[in-house]
């Protein structure tokens, strides 16, 4: 858990960013209604903009899962996104999770997010994540209407024991769901046969760095595969306003270490090799070798 580690670790993992504002995160969506989004003070191309800085300094390359609200109100970020070399990808449109709508309004939601972007940044986007990792064992047709609306690939589940999203028995690495859909689920590590989080989110910031180091340097080399991680950008933003009135699990998990997850971040950046999820993971030659 201390050795920095060395450029024998040649495994290029995937980054990658769900772009959305802080008050559109599920959490906090019974304090702020979507009827007040556009009101709503907006942090995300500040934010967004210093993850693309970050990117830049370490010369790095992610992908970003943008929710198609945002791109429309923001349609020069999704274009800065992509001139920078990024992977412009779909978190939907609305952010409603995918197992809150019926199938018809699923596929709408995704197939307008999908035209959206690439009508934006002129390139095909092959990638798709559920909000709140929605995809699991009641709605399974949703990668139909995934491959269908022509996305390549889905990166919609965390297999883990959460109270929010979770599916703890799900495959760990990527799988086909489909002959013609990939789902690349946020990487884990296996230990007293459960699955432990080693991919991000609100884990990332709970955990001292060189636990989260330690787990993905496991999958990397014991496992021999390339890790998938996760942040948003509301969680390198220490000064976002204060969502007044939530209940104290959600202020705990929403504002804990705010302030350090700049600073982690070059050091996750720092300690590995990242790349897009299209190029991890979807390329014949690509290290996670899955076709
Ligand atoms: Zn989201």
């Given amino acids: 858990m201390n050795a920095a580690i060395e450029p024998r670790n040649l495994v290029v993992n995937a980054l990658t960013v769900d772009v959305e504002d802080y008050f559109q995160v599920w959490a906090l969506s019974p304090y702020i209604?979507?009827?007040?989004?556009?009101?709503?003070?907006?942090?995300?191309?500040?934010?967004?903009?210093?993850?693309?800085?970050?990117?830049?300094?370490?010369?790095?390359?992610?992908?970003?899962?943008?929710?198609?609200?945002?791109?429309?109100?923001?349609?020069?970020?999704?274009?800065?996104?992509?001139?920078?070399?990024?992977?412009?990808?779909?978190?939907?449109?609305?952010?409603?999770?995918?197992?809150?709508?019926?199938?018809?309004?699923?596929?709408?939601?995704?197939?307008?997010?999908?035209?959206?972007?690439?009508?934006?940044?002129?390139?095909?986007?092959?990638?798709?994540?559920?909000?709140?990792?929605?995809?699991?064992?009641?709605?399974?047709?949703?990668?139909?209407?995934?491959?269908q609306a022509g996305y390549r690939y889905s990166s919609s589940v965390y297999p883990i024991q959460h109270d929010h999203y979770g599916v703890p028995d799900a495959p760990r690495f990527p799988h086909r769901e489909r002959d013609d859909l990939l789902e690349v689920p946020i990487t884990t590590m296996r230990f007293f046969e459960r699955n432990w989080p080693a991919g991000g989110g609100g884990y990332f910031r709970l955990m001292p760095y060189p636990v989260s180091r330690w787990l993905i340097q496991r999958v990397n080399e014991v496992e021999g595969r390339p890790a998938i991680f996760f942040f948003h950008p509301w969680e390198l933003d220490p000064d976002q306003p204060r969502v007044p009135g939530i209940d104290a699990k959600t202020r705990f998990r929403h504002y804990l270490n705010l302030h350090q997850t700049e600073h982690r971040l070059r050091r996750l950046l720092g300690d590995f090799r990242w790349d897009r999820v299209d190029r991890v993971f979807l390329s014949p030659s690509a290290a996670g070798g899955q076709l």
């Avoid at 929710?67 to 939907?92: D, K, N, Q, T, Y």
């Avoid at 197939?111 to 959206?116: H, P």
């Avoid at 064992?137 to 139909?144: C, L, S």
């Fill in 33 to 147: 209604p979507r009827s007040q989004w556009d009101e709503t003070p907006s942090r995300v191309e500040r934010n967004v903009e210093l993850i693309l800085q970050l990117l830049a300094d370490a010369d790095a390359h992610a992908t970003f899962f943008t929710l198609g609200w945002i791109a429309e109100r923001f349609p020069g970020l999704v274009r800065r996104i992509a001139a920078a070399g990024h992977e412009l990808a779909s978190h939907g449109y609305s952010h409603h999770k995918a197992n809150e709508l019926d199938r018809d309004a699923f596929f709408a939601d995704i197939v307008l997010a999908k035209t959206i972007l690439q009508d934006i940044a002129d390139t095909e986007v092959l990638g798709y994540r559920a909000p709140s990792f929605s995809i699991n064992r009641t709605n399974g047709w949703a990668y139909d209407c995934i491959a």
